[in-house]
């Protein structure tokens, strides 16, 4: 694991802020020059703490307006069974995330958006009852959010440099 001085942590937090920002605008607002910021940079890349740069759309604005959360049961606990079903719905670009969770009936939480209920629908009947071993699913509809952010939290992370 790669120590984080402060340096580190306010590039960090720019580019969470703003994953496109230039080298050189980057150096401006952390107070280095280009050359070292762009090799702190290629560090953390290297790293693997920069994954990768991606640019976030507007669901609601793309007429993606109905978002659920659904909780998935499984007939069986194997890893076959738990293979076939994540590959099937990583091939949904309806999911956009996926994820095991424990202290709850369900085994999966899937997170969804669609244009709209009839969407939801088809996206339910059509594909996710059909796979083999979905025995459970409930769903919940996001009223609102309230947060909704990819930036990790890196104040607790700040190393004594």
Same mark, same amino acid.
């Given at each position: 694991?790669?120590k984080?001085?402060r340096?580190?942590r306010?590039i960090?937090?720019?580019?969470q802020l703003?994953?496109?920002?230039?080298?050189?605008?980057l150096a401006e607002?952390?107070?280095?020059s280009?050359?070292?910021?762009?090799r #702190?940079?290629? @560090? !953390?890349v290297?790293?693997?703490?920069?994954? *990768? /740069?991606v640019?976030?759309? +507007? $669901?609601?604005?793309?007429?993606? #307006?109905?978002? @659920? !959360?659904?909780?998935i049961?499984m007939?069986? *606990? /194997?890893?076959?069974r738990? +293979? $076939?079903?994540?590959?099937?719905v990583?091939?949904?670009?309806?999911?956009l995330?996926?994820?095991?969770?424990?202290?709850?009936?369900?085994?999966y939480q899937l997170k969804?958006v669609?244009?709209d209920?009839?969407a939801y629908q088809?996206?339910?009947?059509?594909?996710l009852t059909r796979?083999?071993?979905?025995t459970?699913?409930?769903s919940?509809?996001?009223m609102?959010?309230?947060v909704?952010?990819?930036?990790l939290?890196?104040?607790?992370?700040?190393?004594?440099?």
């Amino acid at each position: 694991m790669i120590k984080l001085d402060r340096t580190d942590r306010r590039i960090l937090e720019e580019m969470q802020l703003n994953g496109s920002i230039s080298n050189l605008e980057l150096a401006e607002k952390i107070g280095l020059s280009p050359s070292p910021c762009s090799r #702190r940079v290629k @560090a !953390l890349v290297e790293a693997g703490i920069i994954g *990768h /740069t991606v640019t976030l759309l +507007n $669901a609601k604005a793309l007429g993606l #307006r109905l978002m @659920a !959360l659904i909780s998935i049961s499984m007939d069986r *606990h /194997t890893p076959e069974r738990f +293979n $076939a079903f994540e590959g099937a719905v990583k091939s949904y670009p309806e999911v956009l995330e996926c994820l095991i969770i424990t202290g709850s009936t369900a085994d999966y939480q899937l997170k969804v958006v669609v244009q709209d209920m009839e969407a939801y629908q088809q996206f339910l009947l059509g594909k996710l009852t059909r796979l083999e071993g979905v025995t459970g699913v409930h769903s919940s509809f996001v009223m609102r959010e309230v947060v909704n952010t990819n930036a990790l939290p890196l104040g607790s992370l700040l190393s004594s440099s």
